[in-house]
T-cell receptor
Framework: AQSVTQPDIHITVSEGASLELRCNYS??????LFWYVQSPGQGLQLLLKYFSGDTLVQGIKGFEAEFKRSQSSFNLRKPSVHWSDAAEYFCAARREYGNKLVFGAGTILRVKS | ETGVTQSPTHLIKTRGQQVTLRCSSQ?????VSWYQQALGQGPQFIFQ???????GRGNFPPRFSGLQFPNYSSELNVNALELDDSALYLCASSPLGRTEAFFGQGTRLTVV
């Protein structure tokens, strides 16, 4: 069955420190991959996406993600975290011709000053 | 700004009642999907509509139904509400030729 796993439920980082949020997927073929961010009580905002090609993708708000086929991973990174980055982050996947996004359970990011 | 608007933002219903949630997308967003996000969980796919026809359904019972209209708006209807239906309901639409989905801000449904 198709699945997306985010191993970390909560992560706390200091403002200005680097960040890496982990995501692993289980699909028959490489799916399309996405990272979304959700502020409390809000909808989902797309940070970045990977379809094919360059395995390092750049997104909005200074985020980037690296696709590693050998590890079935699509980890999200940011070199320097700002307090406004505190939110919940969701990794999601979709088959190339599929009609549904499969989401991980999310990682809550806390930023301490 | 995703161009996807949902109404209402919050709703309280009694168990057994029926509810209709609405979503309005931008012109050209010909695919709309609905997701249920229970507290502390990731969104779960309910169903998708493409050109006003259902185009796939997740593991949800038939009391969850939907409609898509020619003006790029859509509805999610839930009959015989249960307490477990309490969740944030998200609408997502995709423009023609684009693969990513853009989400609305959601409707928070509370069933008491």
């Amino acid at each position: 069955a198709q699945s997306v796993t985010q191993p970390d439920i909560h992560i706390t980082v200091s403002e200005g420190a680097s960040l890496e949020l982990r995501c692993n997927y289980s699909y028959g073929a490489t799916p399309y991959l996405f990272w979304y961010v959700q502020s409390p009580g809000q909808g989902l905002q797309l940070l970045l996406k990977y379809f094919s090609g360059d395995t390092l993708v750049q997104g909005i708000k200074g985020f980037e993600a690296e696709f590693k086929r050998s590890q079935s991973s699509f980890n999200l990174r940011k070199p320097s975290v700002h307090w406004s980055d505190a939110a919940e982050y969701f990794c999601a996947a979709r088959r190339e011709y599929g009609n549904k996004l499969v989401f991980g359970a999310g990682t809550i990011l806390r930023v301490k000053s | 700004e995703t161009g996807v608007t949902q109404s209402p933002t919050h709703l309280i219903k009694t168990r057994g009642q029926q509810v209709t949630l609405r979503c309005s997308s931008q012109s050209g967003h010909n695919t709309v999907s609905w997701y249920q996000q229970a507290l502390g969980q990731g969104p779960q796919f309910i169903f998708q509509y493409y050109r006003e026809e259902e185009n796939g359904r997740g593991n949800f019972p038939p009391r969850f139904s939907g409609l898509q209209f020619p003006n790029y708006s859509s509805e999610l209807n839930v009959n015989a509400l249960e307490l477990d239906d309490s969740a944030l309901y998200l609408c997502a639409s995709s423009p023609l030729g684009r693969t990513e989905a853009f989400f609305g801000q959601g409707t928070r449904l509370t069933v008491v």
